[in-house]
């Protein structure tokens, strides 16, 4: 049975988890996200939904506690694709990080410029 925990707390347990790849400098699956946590959501039904939601909470609360200019569940992409979700680039647009597109190598660029800011922040610690 899966360990259950409230919003921040979950919350909190999946940033430490990105922490962790981020300081390895390694990504992961929305999947592996979950069964890190001990698998809080079901797959099927509305499971994109719930960890993409999780993880636009996670930068939230990683903003709010260190400031860093950074989204740091590019960290987490489609295991099928590689890619990040449709939510991740809808934050970042609201966030004013990316321009609304459609064009994937813009996209890609966008994460790998991500991704190279955070681990240069959790690689040097």
Same mark, same amino acid.
Not at 72 to 90: K, N, P, Y
């Given at each position: 049975?899966?360990? %259950?925990?409230?919003?921040?707390?979950?919350?909190? #347990?999946?940033?430490?988890? /990105?922490? =962790?790849?981020?300081? #390895?400098? =390694?990504?992961?699956?929305?999947? &592996?996200?979950?069964? =890190?946590?001990?698998?809080?959501?079901? +797959?099927?039904?509305?499971?994109?939904? !719930?960890? *993409? #939601?999780?993880?636009?909470?996670?930068?939230?609360?990683?903003? &709010?506690?260190?400031?860093?200019?950074? %989204?740091?569940?590019? /960290?987490?992409? #489609?295991?099928? $694709? @590689?890619?990040?979700?449709?939510?991740?680039? =809808?934050?970042? *647009?609201? /966030?004013?990080?990316?321009?609304? $597109?459609?064009?994937? @190598? $813009?996209?890609?660029?966008?994460?790998?410029? @991500? /991704?190279?800011?955070?681990?240069? +922040?959790? !690689?040097?610690?």
């Amino acid at each position: 049975m899966p360990f %259950m925990s409230t919003p921040l707390e979950l919350t909190e #347990r999946g940033l430490a988890v /990105l922490r =962790e790849y981020a300081a #390895r400098g =390694e990504t992961l699956t929305y999947g &592996a996200l979950n069964r =890190e946590l001990g698998s809080p959501f079901k +797959h099927g039904g509305n499971f994109p939904g !719930q960890i *993409g #939601r999780l993880c636009d909470d996670v930068n939230a609360h990683h903003d &709010a506690t260190t400031g860093l200019p950074f %989204m740091i569940s590019a /960290l987490v992409h #489609r295991g099928d $694709t @590689q890619m990040r979700g449709a939510g991740f680039f =809808e934050l970042a *647009g609201n /966030l004013r990080l990316l321009p609304p $597109t459609d064009d994937e @190598q $813009t996209k890609r660029s966008f994460v790998t410029d @991500q /991704l190279s800011a955070i681990y240069a +922040h959790y !690689q040097r610690r």
